[in-house]
């Protein structure tokens, strides 16, 4: 199976700061069709997840821009360009490239 | 609206089995994968297994293999996760996810249910 390995475990941020999350995975993701398949969830507190990112970069209905990703090959990042209370939660980065699906360890992210 | 409801969690002991159901509604249901993912208490998320959206082609975690089975009803919109030789380290919150293509791999889950909980006790 492929390893996803997300840093740091946890996040304490001020609001209006930015935050960043990294994630490596133990292959490569990209496919042959050019694609990469790693995507990024947020779990709040007592709700389901929810997808953030798909595709490495790609913002999905309804998340602000203050979201993004980006990375290749192995080595992916989520930047959050400044933080508000509302996006408390744990992150996880996920890849679909090879089954079963993996999913990284977390991040908590927490307000300052 | 595109929404995915499970059902069927509770408390079962050890051996003993269990049928999760997860019904959809707001989309073309047979166009669309479908997975089970769980969360351990105090764990992070694990993907478990994924069925493609006639069904035919399925796909489990290890954790899982020979215990667990996946399937849906494409005429009732529903997915199904039959759990035998349940095992105390399956406790878990599940949760029904619609897959974003047809295949249950190379893909992102963009619709999440609000989960259903099953203890093993």
């Known amino acids: 199976d492929i390893v996803m390995t997300q840093t740091p475990l946890s996040l304490s941020v001020t609001p209006g700061q930015p935050a960043s999350i990294s994630c490596k995975s133990s292959?490569?993701?990209?496919?042959?069709?050019?694609?990469?398949?790693l995507d990024w969830y947020l779990h709040k507190p007592g709700q389901s997840p929810q997808l953030l990112i798909h595709?490495?970069?790609n913002r999905f209905s309804g998340v602000p821009d203050r979201f993004s990703g980006s990375g290749s090959g192995t080595d992916f990042t989520l930047k959050i360009s400044r933080v508000e209370a509302e996006d408390v939660g744990v992150y996880y980065c996920m890849q679909s490239k090879q089954l079963p699906g993996t999913f990284g360890g977390g991040t908590k992210v927490e307000i300052k | 609206e595109v929404e995915v409801v499970e059902s069927g969690g509770g408390l079962v002991q050890p051996g003993g089995s269990l049928r999760l159901s997860c019904a959809a509604s707001?989309?073309?249901?047979?166009?669309?994968?479908m997975t089970w993912v769980r969360q351990a208490p105090g764990k992070g998320l694990e993907w478990v297994l994924g069925i493609s959206g006639g069904g035919t082609s399925t796909y489990y975690a290890d954790s899982v293999k020979g215990r667990f089975t996946i399937s849906r009803d494409n005429s009732k919109h529903t997915v199904n996760l039959q759990m035998n030789s349940l095992r105390a380290e399956d406790t878990a919150v599940y949760y029904c996810?619609?897959?974003?293509?047809?295949?249950?791999?190379?893909?992102?889950?963009?619709?999440w249910g609000k989960g259903t909980t099953v203890t093993v006790s």
């Open positions: 292959q490569s993701l990209l496919h042959s069709d050019g694609k990469t398949y």
């Open positions: 595709e490495v970069s």
């Open positions: 707001g989309f073309s249901f047979a166009g669309y994968a």
């Open positions: 996810a619609k897959g974003s293509n047809y295949y249950a791999y190379y893909y992102y889950l963009d619709v």
